[in-house]
């Protein structure tokens, strides 16, 4: 019931407030081609640990440097690989003890690729809610390639998989 003194009608669900999270943790992302973010959540609906892409500590940010796959070494121009650790790797290591992801549910704002989904499935994840596609860019940036082996590894340990088509506040 709607009063004057309480106006309010609805409040989000839980899969809106775990994503539109993720989305919010992606804005400190370091990635200048993908600024994704996760929530990792107990079965109780409560919020384990969090984690963002970017490079590792004491490495160069690719926002003040350029990608090191695209733009190369800002010292010599070489073309090197991905400086930075993904969002699920980041959030995992944040839980400190892989304990408290036992049956876990990660909402992230990118499906995993496939090296994050070998440490969600070893973390003993059940669940990924996803909001975007992931597409790799290849060194170069030339190319992009799609995740397969992640949706099947996926369906080969029976962890749930489902993209998220609710409503977002803030976009990436």
């Known amino acids: 019931m709607v ?3 309480n106006p309010k009608i ?3 669900s839980w899969d809106e407030t775990f994503m539109n999270l993720a989305i919010m943790v992606s ?3 370091a990635c200048k081609f993908h600024e994704t973010g996760c929530v990792f959540v107990d079965e109780n609906k409560r919020v ?3 984690g963002y892409n970017g490079p590792t500590e004491g490495d160069d940010h690719c926002l003040e440097v350029g990608c090191a796959k695209v733009d190369g070494d800002p010292k010599n121009g070489k073309l090197k690989r991905c400086r930075g650790a993904h969002a699920e790797i ?3 290591i944040n839980a400190q003890d892989t304990r408290r992801l036992k049956g876990a549910t990660m909402y992230s704002v990118l499906f995993p690729c496939y090296d994050c989904m070998k440490a969600l499935n070893n973390a003993g994840i059940s669940e990924v809610v996803y909001y975007q596609d992931y ?4 060194t170069g940036g030339e190319q992009k390639e799609e995740e397969d082996e992640s949706l099947e590894l996926a369906k080969k340990r029976n962890i749930m998989i489902r993209k998220y088509n609710g409503e977002v506040f803030l976009k990436n």
């Open 3 to 5: 009063s004057k003194e």
């Open 10 to 12: 609805k409040r989000m």
């Open 27 to 29: 804005k400190r992302a």
């Open 48 to 50: 384990v640990s969090l």
């Open 90 to 92: 980041n959030g995992i």
């Open 135 to 138: 597409e790799r860019i290849q």
